[in-house]
């Protein structure tokens, strides 16, 4: 009579786990060829490359990738460090000659991109995932919708929508609204970018909230819309997945650490408007990734982006 419900709770579980699975789809073939990679990160440290993919309707095969991101996770698995690299970034890009750095993507799919960046950073990509924006709406709305803090009205003209400035809650079309915009912001490109990860910031504390973890519909609806809106390398199973959750257990919200590679500033080329990286204080930056030693990097030099608040 006790093992029974423990044996029906089990294959729930286990269930549950094989649909989330088949949900996720997986790509072949991501990483470039050994002899032309970087060494791995010293330790348990893990490096994956995100990509948010925002494909419009009508689309097909890897066009955009509007939002890209070096999540650094460190051995002591206590944190999580964000770096974005600004899609219109100026690169060498394999094969290809200079670009933006979102041009790697279209050109060659992740095999390119990861090629590209590790190139650029010297840091060597472990894993990868690429999100569908569009799969924000199902995931805010599974979670009953998440909150950020703008510290400035601002109006996208794009969308026709004004931001005021306080406590805004996202949910469905307007947390896609929020991640996609880029004009009206002071920043354009870099705001958006402190955006995206105020987001993810915001998503990873509701996701892990008391409120969620003991709603199992709660719970499922948030997991289902996540598994669905996910790509990742063929070497990420449930497994993995299921480990690096157990591990990160303890990390909330505040754990999410943000910051943007180095950069100059912005440049005309050809007419297109593009972003020059700063190769030396980047260097430094790749340097405390391999050797798994930000938290001393960002003590020394500074360079968080502030997420609790965005323009």
Sequence with gaps: MVLLPLAALFALVMQRQYVYDSNIQRVQDVFPA????PAKTVGPAQNWLIVGADRRPGESGYQRSDSIMIAHIPANRERVFLISIPRDSYVTIPGHGKDKINAAYAYGGPRLLISTIEKLVGVRIDHFAALDFTGFVAMTKALGGVE???????YDSANKITWRQGNTSLDGER??????????LPGGD?????????????MTQKAV???????????????????TSVTVDSDVT???LRTLAFELRGVRGSDILSATIPFEGTDMVKGASIVRLDAREG?????AMRNDTLDRYFSDNGGLNVTSAVN
Excluded at 175 to 184: D, E, I, S, T, W
């Design 34 to 37: 050994e002899p032309d990679r």
């Design 175 to 184: 947390a896609l609204l929020f991640v996609r915009q880029r004009y009206g």
């Design 209 to 227: 909230s008391k409120g969620t973890l003991t709603d199992p519909l709660a719970l499922d609806a948030f997991l289902q819309a996540l598994t």
């Design 148 to 154: 950020v803090y703008v510290s400035r009205d601002s």
């Design 190 to 202: 870099f705001d958006r970018i402190k955006r995206q990860q105020a987001f993810l910031r915001a």
């Design 238 to 240: 449930i497994s993995t």
């Design 283 to 287: 260097a430094l930056l790749a340097e």
